[in-house]
T-cell receptor, first 113, second 113 residues
Framework: DQQVKQNSPSLSVQEGRISILNCDYT??????FLWYKKYPAEGPTFLIS???IKDKNEDGRFTVFLNKSAKHLSLHIVPSQPGDSAVYFC????????????WGLGTSLAVNP | EPEVTQTPSHQVTQMGQEVILRCVPI?????FYWYRQILGQKVEFLVS????????KSEIFDDQFSVERPDGSNFTLKIRSTKLEDSAMYFC???????????FGPGTRLTVL
């Protein structure tokens, strides 16, 4: 079951530069997408989300872009900081009442000073 | 800021034993969830709970699993007879009515020997 895919297991970026994390999905019933950040031995922390009726959502240094026709979303972090080093998960939910989340495998981001 | 809490942080048990994992969701949230993540694998949905009953469950959530909201604050996951393959991180999440974002606890690491 590969409904949500994060094809890059890891990404390394220099401090101050842009980090771009990608996510693809296959289920056209998904209508809400979320990015979570996770440090080792902690739970996922909500970062930013986007509804399928939008193509961009911005919150400070974090912007999520959604391309519905390509079934692709991306998370941009600008500028990247060493504290951003963590695993980033893309998750999606469909329009049902329960809103269960389907997850990608995650991308480990390392921001080097 | 309100948080989801989980206890214990780590539980070690023998195969065949019963375990109860505990969660305290955010107080004004009405949807509750359990997910698990086996080492190296994706986060997987187990069950959602609303209005004092299971609203959806996955194939993983078989007769060995049960959930309960014994009082106004706790939400528990019980595994009746643990198997080796139940070893995983178990995450509890909650969501406020009318919103789409789930907030996660720090997780319980379950080790079945």
């Amino acid at each position: 079951d590969q409904q949500v895919k994060q094809n890059s297991p890891s990404l390394s970026v220099q401090e101050g530069r842009i980090s771009i994390l990608n996510c693809d999905y296959t289920n056209s019933m998904f209508d809400y997408f979320l990015w979570y950040k996770k440090y080792p031995a902690e739970g996922p922390t909500f970062l930013i989300s986007i509804s399928s009726i939008k193509d961009k959502n911005e919150d400070g240094r974090f912007t999520v872009f959604l391309n519905k026709s390509a079934k692709h979303l991306s998370l941009h972090i600008v500028p990247s900081q060493p504290g951003d080093s963590a695993v980033y998960f893309c998750a999606a939910s469909d329009a049902g009442n329960n809103r269960k989340l389907i997850w990608g495998l995650g991308t480990s981001l390392a921001v080097n000073p | 800021e309100p948080e989801v809490t989980q206890t214990p942080s780590h539980q070690v048990t023998q195969m065949g034993q019963e375990v109860i994992l505990r969660c305290v969701p955010i107080s004004n949230h009405l949807y509750f969830y359990w997910y698990r993540q086996i080492l190296g694998q994706k986060v997987e949905f187990l069950v959602s709970f609303y209005n004092n009953e299971i609203s959806e469950k996955s194939e993983i959530f078989d007769d060995q699993f049960s959930v309960e909201r014994p009082d106004g604050s706790n939400f528990t996951l019980k595994i009746r007879s643990t198997k080796l393959e139940d070893s995983a991180m178990y995450f509890c999440a909650s969501r406020r009515l009318g919103t789409d974002t789930q907030y996660f606890g720090p997780g319980t690491r379950l080790t079945v020997l």
